[in-house]
């Protein structure tokens, strides 16, 4: 990630562009509640004065009515302000969120998912508390301050100086203070981000744990990350009860001085009591802010951390779509040009390799394991793009098709299966745009031999199968996902052979799926198991990177020494078929 990003208010309020009619009417209300506050005690003082002449109900009656439209805008302004936070908070989640989806798989294998979630979680709700709370309490108390100081000085000039002399000594204090809170929030920002990834991930696989004995270790790799948090909690706790005691005791010596000179003053006939009682009114509501600029500061800090990585994930690069060019209707060939692939450290995965796959035939890979199979699916789904050489649909390249039209084409059947959590049918139907009838969500439900075990089970079709599927069999899974590629009706599959060892009527079932699949569409197939090579129209031995061989299944057999080494290697148990 970059480390220079622009992470200020400001920027933040340009790309979520909040209502400014809202905030600009939430300001004014704010405005108008702070100066009826300020008025309250002028009128507190006229009342006190003439104790001796006689009460003015007339300035009872002010009173009370300045007190209720008090409440009355403030609130106003309160719920204004705390929507437009909200507001923007919500508009970040939604950038935030279209961003992770439009990054590319790269981004995911250098960070963690876990830890981008909490960007969505916890650093935006750093962000509400400071924009539908602090902000509005800047800017409230702000405007009180400067104008109960203006009060101040007209009732009293030289009790007003006293004031702010005392007032910048405590600023030396919170300042530095405050700075070394930033750095305790950063530090524990990003230390609950890995936690969250921490936690989820163990949590997922729970089964390991359990069955490797690593609870304790586990419980362990925890303790570490509750000791940084508690080591930094209590670091904050000092500073904070360093700085709750000295605004303290610096209000009592303010409210000390002031009431002592005031009485003095009001002993001399300087002054009148209401003026003195007027004068310590508007001081409250000039120390409260200056109590809460604490707050404000750790907040505003812990805020500005979240918004600084909240950029950093939006100022990364998406993935390129590139508005199509060359449009394919229906691709007949897929070819490989040259193409050469490392993914980051700079070691060739895949080295300078050609073939070209036609329609309607099934081609099968072969290679040892790390001989870059599956890389060579991620480079025809476009997860990556190759460092040299060219893939092509008809000829045309992939640098001219845009993205999600060229995925339209294939459909990826891989190894690991990813099932949502949600019920059988919204798995087999995921991502599908247009309304699928029953009918056809049956057909093709047999075609993928899983019919017959969905209608036994209770709520069938609406059966929920669990986070990732838990709650389904690995077979059962592999035939689900089966039914989503046969949904998708694409031009070309991309096929990873399971390599899990299943029971016989399992395994039968499988390979009774994958074949109604292969028979429809153009298929492109890691194979593991012999009965699929000997099948293929076209296979491609893969060793290290490199294409050692293209032929059929006889060909390969004469001409291709390697290739009975690696068949022998690969399908142990069914070797008596070639030699
Ligand atoms: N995301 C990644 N980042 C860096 N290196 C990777 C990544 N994915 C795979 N590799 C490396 O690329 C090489 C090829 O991996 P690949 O998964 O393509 O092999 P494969 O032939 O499919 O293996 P298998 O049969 O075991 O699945 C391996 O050395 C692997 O370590």
Do not use: C
Not at 258 to 286: H, N, P
Not at 317 to 340: A, C, M, N
Not at 378 to 392: A, Q, V
């Amino acid at each position: 990630m970059k480390n220079k990003t622009n992470f200020s208010i400001k920027h933040m309020w340009k790309i979520t562009n909040p209502s400014k009619r809202q905030f600009s009417l939430g300001l004014v209300f704010s405005i108008i509640s702070g100066i009826l506050t300020l008025l309250i005690p002028l009128l507190i003082k006229d009342i006190m004065d003439s104790f001796s002449t006689g009460l003015s109900f007339k300035t009872i009656s002010l009173a009370v009515s300045f007190l209720i439209l008090e409440v009355i805008f403030s609130a106003m302004s309160l719920y204004l302000l705390s929507k437009v936070g909200e507001g923007v908070v919500k508009k970040l989640r939604v950038k935030l969120w279209s961003k992770f989806l439009k990054l590319p798989v790269k981004f995911y294998d250098d960070n963690k998912s876990g830890e981008m979630v909490s960007r969505i979680t916890s650093d935006t709700t750093a962000i509400v508390d400071i924009i539908s709370n602090e902000i509005v309490n800047l800017i409230t108390s702000g405007i009180t301050v400067v104008l109960a100081l203006i009060f101040l000085f007209i009732l009293d000039v030289p009790m007003t100086l006293v004031l702010i002399l005392v007032t910048p000594i405590t600023l030396f204090v919170i300042i530095p203070l405050g700075v070394k809170v930033y750095e305790l929030s950063f530090q524990e920002q990003s230390k609950m981000s890995k936690l969250t990834a921490y936690l989820s991930q163990t949590l997922s696989e729970i089964k390991l744990i359990k069955s490797y004995n690593t609870e304790v270790k586990e419980t362990n790799v925890g303790l570490n990350h509750f000791n940084f948090l508690y080591k930094n909690g209590i670091k904050r706790a000092k500073i904070n009860s360093l700085l709750t005691p000295i605004l303290g005791t610096f209000t009592t010596i303010v409210l000390i001085g002031v009431i002592g000179f005031g009485a003095w003053r009001v002993d001399q006939g300087l002054i009148s009591s209401g003026e003195l009682v007027a004068f310590l009114l508007y001081l409250f509501q000039i120390i409260t802010p200056f109590v809460q600029m604490n707050h404000f500061l750790t907040s505003l800090q812990e805020a500005k951390g979240s918004m600084k990585r909240i950029f950093e994930i939006l100022d990364e690069k998406e993935e390129e779509k590139i508005v199509s060019e060359g449009y394919i209707g229906s691709p007949t060939q897929l070819e490989f040009r040259d193409v050469s692939f490392e993914y980051k450290d700079e070691r060739n995965i895949i080295k300078n390799i050609s073939f070209k796959i036609k329609k309607g035939s099934l081609t099968a890979i072969i290679g040892p394991s790390g001989a870059g199979k599956s890389t060579i699916f991620s480079l025809i789904e476009r997860f990556y793009d190759p460092t040299s050489g060219d893939i092509l649909l008809d000829g045309v390249s992939y640098k001219n098709i845009n993205i999600e039209d060229w995925r339209q084409k294939f459909s990826y059947v891989s190894q690991d299966t990813p099932i949502f959590s949600g019920t059988i049918k919204d798995n087999i139907l995921y991502g599908q745009t247009h309304d699928i009838k029953d009918d056809y969500l049956i057909e093709i439900a047999q075609l993928a031999h899983i019919h017959e075990f969905i209608i036994g089970l209770p709520d069938g079709y609406n059966t929920e199968v669990g986070e990732r599927g838990n709650l389904l069999s690995g077979g059962q899974k592999q035939r689900i996902a089966i039914a989503r590629a046969l949904m998708r009706k694409s031009y070309f599959l991309l096929l990873d052979e399971a390599t899990a060892s299943l029971d016989s009527q399992s395994e039968k079932k499988i390979q009774k799926a994958i074949h109604s699949l292969i028979n429809k569409q153009t298929t492109f197939i890691i194979a593991h198991r012999l009965s699929t090579v000997i099948n293929a129209d076209q296979i491609i031995v893969l060793d290290n990177g490199e294409i050692t061989g293209i032929g059929t299944h006889d060909e390969l057999l004469n001409n291709h020494v390697y290739y009975k080494i690696v068949i022998k290697q690969q399908f142990e148990k069914e070797s008596t078929f070639i030699n």
